[in-house]
């Protein structure tokens, strides 16, 4: 199966983290994510970013840095998630393809409904937290 390579964003603002909900016709849709999409050719994965989430949250970074990285086998899709912290933004984040979207604290982090590759991001997330 072929590697999808994914820039993701977790959006913090102090002890909260922006999230939005996949689309019901989407791969694991229903479940909640961390902004981003596919690395497109010719793109670092800061640049992708920057491209998906002035797409789907309407924010540009300011400052980013790397979290984390997540190779996941699901049944389907085998997929690299690139994710980064990103600290500083302009714009207001919100839902701007119609998705829903929330600002889910750290201590929520554990209950919430992600699809499989994002329990190691949740658990470098609280890792930062702890320190
Ligand atoms: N954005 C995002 N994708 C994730 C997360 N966790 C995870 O397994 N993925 C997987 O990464 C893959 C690519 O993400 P995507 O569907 O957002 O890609 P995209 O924005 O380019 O959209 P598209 O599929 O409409 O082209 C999907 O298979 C998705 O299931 C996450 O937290 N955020
Ligand atoms: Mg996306």
Redesign the pocket.
């Known amino acids: 199966m072929k590697q999808?390579h994914?820039a993701?964003g977790v959006v913090r603002r102090g002890s909260t983290f922006f999230i939005c909900k996949?689309a019901d016709d989407?791969?694991?849709g229903g479940k909640w994510?961390?902004?981003?999409?596919?690395v497109e050719l010719g793109e670092t994965v800061e640049q992708a970013l920057n491209r998906?989430l002035y797409e789907?949250i309407d924010i540009s970074i300011k400052v980013s840095s790397p979290l984390i990285e997540v190779a996941?086998e699901y049944t389907d899709?085998r997929?690299l998630?690139s994710v980064l912290l990103v600290d500083e933004f302009n714009g207001e984040p919100f839902g701007k393809e119609g998705q829903m979207h929330r600002w889910a604290d750290v201590s929520d982090l554990k209950e919430i409904d992600?699809?499989d590759?994002?329990i190691a991001?949740v658990d470098a997330i609280l890792a930062l937290s702890a320190s």
């Open positions: 999808v994914v993701v996949r989407q791969h694991q994510e961390f902004p981003g999409g596919k998906e789907e996941h899709k997929v998630l992600f699809p590759a994002n991001i």
